[in-house]
Every structure is written in C-alpha cells, then in structure tokens.
C-alpha cells in the first residue's frame, strides 16, 4: 500500500467536492439577479414593485398604492378594499374604483374585479360578493349577470 501526503488527499477532496451556491445579501428594496448559475448581482426593485425584506423578491404594489421610486421598501397608499379594485400604478396612487354590477371583488389590494359566475349576479355596484341566482329549472345564469 502506497501512502500519500495529506496535502495530496485534502486537495483532492476539495477538487472532488460540489462548489457551495453562494448567496449575495441584497439589502429591502432590491433582489438577486442570477446570472447561469453563478452569484448574480443585487437590483433595485423597480417602479411599481416593493420589498421590505432583505433577500426577498420584489412584488407588485397592491391595489390602490405604488412606488414611483425604484429601490423602495414599501408601497404607499391606501389599499384597495373588497368590493374595489386599482391597476398596478408605478408614479402615483391608483384610484380604487368600485366593481361594476356584475363583478365582485373579496379581498384588499386586488388588481382587477371578478365576473360573477355561472349562476350568480350581482345588481350593485361596489360588492364584495355575488347572490345566486334562482333560475327555472334547466337555466344558468351566464357570468357576470346583473339582474336575476
């Protein structure tokens, strides 16, 4: 049996071993951007989009809120509540606008409204639900119905 130096068997262990991923620390208001597996390099979260936490990905503001800066940390704003909705604004706070007769919308910070369903309606304006709708039998309200 031949000995090797010990020099000799940690060099080849190392060059045996798997390369550890390492990981940039991006500061709020900024995510990683990989570049084919290696580290990537830390960017500034665009108009628009926010991150309050380190490490994190940027997100879209809610609706009713932006971030005309890039790099924010936070939206600002007041959110949109159920029954409303506000487009993605990057420069200025989105106006929540009440859904439509029709639409529904459940939760806060929604983007868009949402059709009723199949066999649902909704007659007002700004509601955070639909009602069912009492059909004859073999009928079905079609989405987004407004009147039973």
Not at 25 to 50: D, L, Q
Not at 75 to 92: D, N, Y
Not at 105 to 131: D, F, I, N, T, W
């Given at each position: 049996m031949r000995c090797l130096p010990v020099w000799l068997t940690i060099l080849a262990s190392l060059l045996a071993a798997e390369p550890c991923e390492a990981r940039r620390n991006c500061p709020a208001g900024s995510t990683e951007m990989r570049r084919r597996r290696r580290i990537g390099i830390c960017k500034r979260c665009p108009p628009g989009t926010a991150n309050a936490q380190p490490n994190h990905a940027?997100?879209?503001?809610?609706?009713?809120?932006?971030?005309?800066?890039?790099?924010?940390?936070?939206?600002?704003?007041?959110?949109?509540?159920?029954?409303?909705?506000?487009?993605?604004?990057?420069?200025?706070?989105?106006?929540?606008?009440?859904?439509?007769?029709?639409?529904?919308?459940?939760?806060?910070?929604?983007?868009?409204?949402?059709?009723?369903?199949?066999g649902q309606h909704q007659v007002q304006k700004g509601q955070a639900r639909c009602e069912g709708v009492a059909c004859p039998v073999g009928a079905v309200a079609p989405p987004g119905a407004v009147a039973n």
């Amino acid at each position: 049996m031949r000995c090797l130096p010990v020099w000799l068997t940690i060099l080849a262990s190392l060059l045996a071993a798997e390369p550890c991923e390492a990981r940039r620390n991006c500061p709020a208001g900024s995510t990683e951007m990989r570049r084919r597996r290696r580290i990537g390099i830390c960017k500034r979260c665009p108009p628009g989009t926010a991150n309050a936490q380190p490490n994190h990905a940027c997100l879209a503001c809610p609706g009713g809120t932006y971030a005309r800066l890039s790099g924010m940390t936070h939206c600002e704003g007041e959110i949109c509540t159920p029954g409303s909705a506000g487009p993605i604004q990057k420069a200025a706070p989105s106006l929540c606008a009440a859904c439509e007769p029709g639409q529904y919308q459940p939760g806060y910070g929604a983007h868009e409204c949402r059709l009723c369903g199949s066999g649902q309606h909704q007659v007002q304006k700004g509601q955070a639900r639909c009602e069912g709708v009492a059909c004859p039998v073999g009928a079905v309200a079609p989405p987004g119905a407004v009147a039973n």
